[in-house]
């Protein structure tokens, strides 16, 4: 039965308008470590003293409607008739929500890591083989840059913006990120921490990863008002993450001090499963990780688990160096890297929408040419 454009993106929008009702009662966001900072200096504390410790991390209360839960797990969609292949991955959306939802519900215990691995995986042999082998080999360099003030970097992304889409986002200092910056297309705002040391070469980077590919696959989502494209589809990370990694390294300001970070995230991933923090901590550090970022590191790697003694983990952090690969691997098999700016999509979802895709490709803005 063939259904005109109007009649399918009108089921369609009901559908996710329906699903985006749903889980907005079901928020997953990262609870917030308490007692970070104390449990920190107490690890190097007994590292000093050579003595083993493993951190014991106290969350923010988080608590979530089970009747919410459960009207999501009862949540379906019918792809019959999915003329352009949106239901097919609102379906493939909220059944990865349903394991998202339930691995935040008990976050800070080992059960946590149970759902979280039904939707974010694992590395595999291959991807730590390589990650491992990167590590060994890496030697740091000695790059010029100067230092900028937050202000003149938050200039320079602004002005970013401005240039590849005409919007004129606003700019916010805010003390309390736990990163850089952030961008937020959908607030349209600039986040930027004032406290943090910003460089020539971190501005370059950022205009490339942060504007040129999270903010454009949102921009360009934006023009279809599917909020699935921009908000993201199932897994859909690790080809964020990949794509913006690979358009630093096209871009000439790729890092091999970040890929050193991101090899380091994915050994961390695949020990953290069985090994306490203590025994991941020091598994980097026998790769040359600075004691810092051997911390960072191997605390996101297990940010999920209270009782840090304890095996299990978080193990989202492996897809920024496998999605980097699989991005390089997609564009020597001659595929089209414009496509994947359609929206926040993982490379798989190219083959379900390619119909849609194929008709706006003309309309979708990149840096690939800039």
């Known amino acids: 039965m063939q259904i005109s454009d109007e009649q399918y993106f009108l089921e369609y929008k009901t559908l996710e308008k329906e699903f985006y009702s749903l889980i907005s009662h079901l928020p997953t966001n990262f609870p917030k470590a308490i007692?970070?900072?104390e449990e920190k200096k107490k690890f190097f504390k007994a590292i000093k003293e050579k003595k083993i410790y493993n951190p014991q991390i106290l969350f923010t209360a988080k608590t979530y409607p089970l009747h919410a839960i459960e009207k999501l797990k009862q949540?379906?969609?019918?792809?019959q008739h999915d003329k352009y292949g949106f239901k097919q991955l609102l379906k493939e959306?909220?059944?990865?929500k349903i394991n998202e939802v339930e691995c935040h519900r008990l976050w800070g215990t080992p059960k946590s890591t149970i759902y979280g691995l039904k939707y974010r995986g694992q590395p595999s042999k291959k991807l730590l083989e390589s990650a491992t082998k990167f590590v060994k080999?890496?030697?740091r360099k000695k790059v010029k840059f100067k230092i900028l003030t937050p202000q003149i970097a938050a200039q320079r992304l602004h002005n970013e913006v401005k240039h590849l889409t005409g919007e004129d986002i606003s700019i916010k200092y805010n003390e309390n990120l736990t990163s850089?910056?952030?961008?937020?297309p959908k607030n349209n705002l600039l986040n930027i921490n004032p406290k943090e040391r910003f460089t020539s070469l971190d501005v370059k980077r950022l205009k490339v990863h942060e504007i040129g590919t999270h903010y454009m696959r949102n921009f360009n989502a934006r023009q279809f008002s599917l909020k699935l494209l921009e908000t993201g589809t199932a897994n859909y990370i690790e080809t964020e993450e990949g794509l913006a990694a690979y358009m630093e390294y096209i871009k000439g300001v790729s890092s091999d001090a970040?890929?050193?970070i991101y090899a380091g995230r994915v050994i961390a991933t695949h020990y953290a499963l069985s090994k306490s923090f203590y025994e991941v901590y020091h598994i980097?550090?026998?790769?040359?990780?600075k004691d810092s970022d051997a911390f960072s590191i191997t605390y996101r790697a297990k940010r999920n688990i209270g009782d840090t003694s304890k095996p299990g983990g978080f193990t989202k952090d492996y897809v920024y160096y496998s999605g980097f690969y699989k991005i390089k691997k997609y564009v020597n098999e001659g595929k089209d890297l414009k496509k994947l700016f359609i929206g926040k999509v993982k490379i798989e979802d190219l083959d379900i929408i390619d119909d849609f895709v194929e008709q706006h490709l003309k309309s979708i803005k990149t840096i690939l040419n800039t």
């Open 258 to 260: 970040q890929m050193f």
């Open 93 to 96: 959306r909220a059944l990865a």
């Open 180 to 184: 850089k910056m952030n961008v937020s």
């Open 137 to 139: 080999q890496y030697k």
């Open 35 to 37: 007692n970070l900072q």
């Open 75 to 79: 949540f379906e969609v019918n792809t």
């Open 284 to 289: 980097l550090k026998k790769y040359n990780f």
